[in-house]
């Protein structure tokens, strides 16, 4: 799967990054606690989360993450968008509720990777 | 024989700006990129380091970051002077955290910040004395 699969298939909005779309990604991982992704997350490219603060772009960024996908509506403010773009990570928001969210990329063929813990 | 001197990197961690933390862990990661080290031994360092810093802004108003890094690896020493640690062994635990609930709507004060830096590190010590100050120092093999 590539992000521009991703877009199509959670109908989200791209905040940046549309240059990148075509990054292949081969896992992901849901999560609104960035201690459980610093401590948990191995080797998946996407994350999705409920969360918005900038920190969400720097703990994607320590785990060389290159996709972030905002669910339930929620909207990054001006610093997130910003830095974002400086490292390069895709930025998307989607409607979506975390557990449709994962479902339906999950469903897709985007796996979770490792999944012990 | 004299053991080659590092590359010294030194920081000053803001304790009043949560939106600018992970700044020096991300400055260090890039400088890391450009020496050429293995990525998965820089992502070590940097969710170490990253994890220490968070830590600094969210619990003890910022602090110094000092950095060196070695041919085979990267020694952090993150020092505070902040509340300190009542009881170490506990803070060790994974889940324990003394974070507000301010803290955790951020993401974070799960209680895995101390146990990650651990988990991540080759060698690591927590030093720390209530009303003085926590210092945490990381060896990292690259």
Redesign the interface.
Same mark, same amino acid.
């Given at each position: 799967m590539n992000i521009k699969d991703i877009v199509r298939l959670l109908d989200a909005d791209i905040i940046c990054g549309s240059d990148r779309l075509e990054t292949e990604v081969k896992s992901a991982c849901g999560a609104d606690m960035m201690s459980d992704v610093l401590a948990f997350v191995k080797d998946q490219s996407v994350l999705l989360t409920g969360l918005s603060n900038p920190q969400v772009i720097r703990t994607a960024e320590m785990m060389d993450m290159v996709c972030i996908v905002l669910v339930r509506g929620k909207r990054p403010d001006a610093m997130m968008q910003e830095l974002a773009r400086a490292k390069g990570i895709v930025l998307l928001c989607s409607r979506h509720r975390m557990y449709s969210a994962c479902g339906i990329l999950y469903k897709n063929g985007l796996g979770a990777g490792e999944t012990c813990v | 024989m004299t053991e080659m001197q590092p590359v010294r990197l030194h920081f000053t961690v803001d304790g009043g700006n949560? /939106?600018s /933390? $992970?700044m020096a862990? *991300?400055a260090v +990661?890039l400088r890391l990129k450009q020496i050429g080290i293995d &990525?998965a031994a820089i =992502?070590r360092v /940097? #969710?170490s380091m990253? *994890?220490a810093e #968070?830590n600094m802004v969210l619990h003890a108003g910022g602090g110094e970051a000092y950095i060196d890094i070695y041919p085979t690896h990267v020694c952090l020493k993150m020092s505070d002077t902040g509340p300190g640690i009542d009881n170490i062994e506990l803070a060790m635990q *994974?889940g324990y955290s003394t974070a507000a609930d301010s803290i =955790?709507s951020? $993401?974070? $004060? /799960? !209680?895995? !910040?101390l &146990?990650?830096m651990k +988990?991540y590190s080759d060698r690591f010590e927590l030093t720390s004395e209530v009303g003085k100050g926590t210092t945490v120092k990381m060896r990292i093999n690259i």
């Open positions: - | 949560f /939106a /933390a $992970g862990s *991300e +990661k &990525p =992502r /940097a #969710i990253y *994890e #968070i *994974e =955790r951020l $993401g974070f $004060g /799960a !209680g895995m !910040g &146990p990650n +988990k």
